[in-house]
């Protein structure tokens, strides 16, 4: 599976960004989805997740101003970003979870990274004051 991250940029605070995610490789619906984000010095973090049966988990800090949606018959997974702030700021990566993604465990913490088996390259978002 390859994932392709986009829609990254430089914004002011207030202000909205979409990013999406490309798949290719294998036929999109049988896994998970996710989304992270890393700023500067700070660990990888869990954004925003969509299972398999359309189940959607938030990071309780983008609840309200994040959406995640996926496309199925475009393979693509997008991320709505609004009322972006400052601390928003960090690369973004998309993320597949194929194995994980049907399990219990998967679904009482689908923002964990040790789910997700492949990632994009991340793209860069950046929120000014």
């Known amino acids: 599976v390859q994932l392709q991250a986009s829609g990254g940029g430089l914004v002011q605070a207030g202000g909205s960004l979409k990013l999406s995610c490309a798949t290719s490789g294998r036929t999109f619906g049988n896994y998970a989805m996710g989304w992270f984000r890393q700023a500067p010095g700070r660990e990888r973090e869990g954004v925003a997740s969509?299972?398999?049966?359309?189940?959607?988990t938030y990071k309780d800090s983008v609840k309200g101003r994040f959406t995640i949606s996926s496309d199925n018959a475009k393979n693509t997974v997008h991320l709505q970003m609004n009322s972006l702030n400052p601390e928003d700021t960090a690369v973004y990566y998309c993320?597949?979870?194929?194995?994980?993604?049907?399990?219990?465990?998967?679904?009482?913490?689908?923002?964990?990274?040790?789910?997700?088996?492949?990632w994009g390259q991340g793209t860069q978002v950046t929120v000014s004051s």
């Open positions: 969509i299972s398999s049966d359309g189940t959607m």
């Open positions: 993320a597949a979870d194929l194995i994980s993604y049907h399990t219990t465990s998967y679904a009482q913490e689908p923002l964990l990274r040790q789910w997700y088996d492949y």
